[in-house]
Every structure is written in structure tokens, then in C-alpha cells.
């Protein structure tokens, strides 16, 4: 019987060790866990980019501890009083909350990038596909009026299939409302760079998302108006395979540079020293 | 052409047509008994659009003989001069724009035509504008700017164009380009939905001080056969989707989203397109004498505020719950 048990052990022994090891979603390769966290979750073998949490982004962008949350309380609102075949949307919004501990897909605040004072803002893919709901819509336009009246900087990071479809127009009409906030920003002289991630799409590329003075994209980032499958079902062709890449925008003309996550937030500050309009230099 | 759910009116349509027949043939005297179908004909109308669902309004709003850009340029404007291109690339024949004058106002009108002959709904892409649409009618936009006269924009369109040069173009730029752009227009800008509001698409070209819908128009973040699609998994629901998705009218007014409805003849603006121009016409001169009062400060607040107002967090009516 000793022989049985000694066996069973063995079994469960790889189990456990393949908690330490990761698979990379584009290349499957196996990377050690510590080495992809201290990559940003970015592959070594093939340069992937995976998803960010808001917080993970947070981390890797401004300075440590100088985060400070604006309009942390800003939930969703079932404006219409959606209900699908499935489940209510307040339901859905409700346990979305709860599992991740965020109130929406976006999480906005002040903070200092290298030293330079910035107002930044970071979607989360999460939550709801990051969807452009009145909640995300308001912290927007808020973080760009913080940004106005206290005449710094602001930066977007966008991760988003779209509108919520849950909020039907309102959710639309918050592609105005941001870009009302943006367009203030510019007629102030206020510095205001976009940052691309994996995916973004619909209405928040139709609206903040692509009028960054800067448009920055995360390397390999899907980047799109209408989505690949949509496309194809219009135009009844395929697509070649690097549509609607970064890559394939820098190409297009709509994205200034792609940036790799560890270079990102050098980068940032650099770029934001030339936009202080007659102020002294920073150094960053 | 009737709709599905108009049979009860085809019903009555037809009884008045084999009356006539009828007379025709036999000189039969049926003046007493036409003029009563008649009535009957147009109390039925009536009810059956007193009583549309969300869905059955979406059919309306897409009603192939629904007046369409070309006829509220006739219908509406005493003269319009159009103008061509974006200056990029070319001339997007989804949208049309130029100098216009409606009443006493010279303007410059921007819309989308969706075409009325199958040759010309493919020469406009069925109302779906490109890049090149959207860039055009900033360019117009701009104009109107330099030239200080308002901009009066008809929307009507199932949506932005998904195709494969529409994203190399830059779909996404150009509509948010527009949005950005007519956030900080320095003239007055009168938004009417007179069809299909599709979307990002409709958006593009529907910022503005006031924004007036017909009252069998729609306005919808996507189109409900979309939605029924993704949430639903089942395109079939699209007349589920249109109702919990508020696309009409009064729903949009009730949500402070549009500031008027303009009320359509009885059976809809198909049914009698010069009254609807009229009123349509009526409606925006109306609005452009009370905008052009505003000084510019004013002007761009007030906008400004319209938009930041919508889906607004009311701390006081919201963190209790």
C-alpha cells in the first residue's frame, strides 16, 4: 500500500509548481512568474503586451506613493433601467464592483511623473470590457477640469471595446462630454497626451482616445473604429493580419510613436517638458 | 408602402380602392361611402401611430419613403450652393454640405443623404459617411466659423462606415476630431435627427446648442439589431433591444439628451413630407434667432454645460445608494 501512496504524491507534486510559471497568451511561451511581473506583465520572449490592472498601470507610470485618487466615489448608474436576456445591468454593475474593488473602468487622480505634476487617468479593461459609461464620462471630464484649473498636464490611458451599450445614449453622449473637456484644454494651452492600449475601440477611439496633442500606442495595441469582424462581415474580404495594430497606425499616420511599457514613463516626462509654455524647464 | 404592422391601415386602403373601382365600373354613387372610409382610414392612422412601439418606430425612422437630405434641401431651404471635399482625400457623396439659407438665416448646412434610386444610395453609401465625409464637414464647419454664420445639420444615418479604408483613413480620428472641434465652435450649431441617429456616426456631426428630433426619428449609441446580437446573442430580439435601449423621442427628451421634438404629420413625415418641412423648417429658424442673441462667451458655455450636465454624478441623489 506504501508503494500506492508514495505514487499519488508524485502526481500532485508538478501541480503545485506550475503556480510559479506563466504562460505568455500570445507566444505560449513559459516564463517564470516573478520575471513576468518585473517585465509589466510584458513577454521577454516575444514582446507581448498583456492587460494592465488600473492599479499594475498606476504602479509603472508616476512616482511611487504620489497617487492621490479624484472622484473615487463616481459609480455606475442604470440610467435606463437596462435588463438584457441575462441580467440586469445595476446587477451586472454591482458585482463588477465588488469583484474587483473599483467603482468604474476608470480610475483617475492626481499624482507626479518623474517629478512633474500631472493629472492621469487609467482604464481598466475589467470592468466591463472598460466600457465609456456616464461614470468613466464624468471622471474624465472632471480629471480635464482638475487638469484646467490647477494648469497641469493630463494623460489618458485607454483600454475600451467601446460605449456601454447598458447606458444606450447616455453612454454616447458621453463621447462629447469628454471631448467637450479635451477641446478646453486645448484653447488653455494644457498639455494633454493619449495613450493607446490593448484595445481600444468604438467610442472611446471615436472620442479622447485619438485627439491626444500626443497619441502614444503600446506596442502590438489593437486600435480601431469598427471591429475586425464587423469589418469583415461589411466588406465580405479578409483582413491582413496586422489590421488595426499600433504598428499599423504609426503606418497610417494616426499614432505619434509606440512606446514598450518599460520605456513609457520616461518617455512621458520627457515629452511633457516641451509643452510648459514659457514656465522653466523641468528635469525629469 | 405599408410597414408590417400598418395591415390594419392597408386593409382600409384597399376597401377605399375596390369602392372606386367599383364606381368606375358601374358609375355607382359612393360619395357618402368613400367619405366614411375615409375618415375611418385616417382615425385609423392615427391610432396605429399614437401607439408605436420602440421597434415599430425604428421601422418609421427607416422608411424607404421617408424624406431624406434632398428633399429638406428642397422642402426647407430657399437657396443651397454645395460644396465639395475635404481637402485630404475626396469627396465623401454621403455628406453633403454648403452655403444655405433657411428663412432669413444664411447658414452653411451640413447632412447625410442616403440616396432614393438604388444607384444613388450606393453612390452615397447609404448615408454611411467615411473619414473624408466627417472631414468635409468640419471643413464646412470651419468656414462657417470664419464667415460668422451658424451651422444647421441634418442627421440621418444608419452609421459611421465599417470598412477596411474607412480605419486606414482613420474613422476614429475624424469623429472625434468633429466632436473636439464642435465643442469650441464659435457659432451656433442646430442639431435635427430627422431619421436614423446611428451612433458615433450621427455624433460626428451632432454637437451642438439644440438638438431637435422628429417624432418617429431614433437616436441610438448602437442599432438595436447590434445590441440584440451581442447581449442577446440573437439578432431576432432587435425589437427587445429598441425598447431597452429608450431610441425615441420622448424618451431622449425625458432624459434631457434632445431640448424638442417636432411633431410629425399624422402617419408619419412619409405620409405628407411638405408639412413636415415646414415644421422642421419652423423649428430651426426658430432656434437660430434665439442663439444668434448669444454672445460667443455664452454661447460656448452654455454648450459646454449642456454636455457636461449629461450623465452627471449627483453626489447628493447617488452616494446613498
Redesign the interface.
Known sequence: MGWFRRSRKKQTQPVEQVDLWTICPSCKAHIYKEEWAKALMVCAKCGFHDKLTCHERVACTVDEKSFREL?R???P?D??K?????SRYADKAKETTEELGINEAILTGRATLNGIPIVLGVMDFRFIGGSL???V??KI?LASDYALRHKRPLILFSASGG?R?????????????T??????L??AGIPYISVLTNPTF??V???????GDLNIAEPGAL????GRR??EQ??K?T?PPD??TAEYLLA???VDRIVPRSEMKDLLAKVLCYGRRGKPPCKP | MNLDFEQSITEIEQQIADLQKKAEADGSNVKSDLSSLQKKLEAQIKKVYSELTPWQTVQVARHPERPIMRDYIKGMFSEFIDLHGDRCFGDDQALVGGFATIGSHRCVLIGMDKGRTVEEKIKANFGMSNPDGYRKALRLMKLAEKYQIPVVSLVDTPA?????E????????A???N??????LKVPIVVTVTGEGG??GA??IA?GDSVLMLSHSI????PPEG?AA?????AE?AP??AE????TAPS?LQ?G?IDEIIQEPVGGAHRDPAATFTATRSAIVKRLSKLKKLSEHKLLAQ??EK??R????D?RR??TH
Open positions: 472622484d466615489d463616481i459609480k448608474r440610467h435606463l437596462f435588463s438584457d436576456a441575462k459609461s456616464s461614470g464620462g464624468d471630464y460605449a451599450m447598458q447606458e444606450g445614449i447616455v453612454s454616447l453622449m458621453q463621447m462629447a462630454k471631448c467637450a473637456g479635451i477641446s478646453r486645448n484653447k468604438g467610442g477611439s471615436a472620442s479622447y482616445a485619438m485627439v486600435i480601431g473604429f469598427a464587423v469589418i461589411t466588406i474580404q483582413l489590421f488595426q497610417h499616420g494616426f | 459611421a462606415y465599417p470598412g477596411r474607412a480605419e486606414e483613413r482613420g474613422q476614429a480620428e469623429i472625434a476630431r466632436l473636439t472641434e464642435m465643442a469650441g451612433s458615433g455624433l460626428g454637437v437616436y441610438s449609441v448602437i445590441c451581442i447581449l442577446w446573442r440573437d430580439k427587445e433591444a431597452a435601449l429608450k431610441v431622449l432624459m439628451i454648450r459646454r454636455y457636461a449629461i450623465g452627471k454624478y453626489r447617488h452616494s
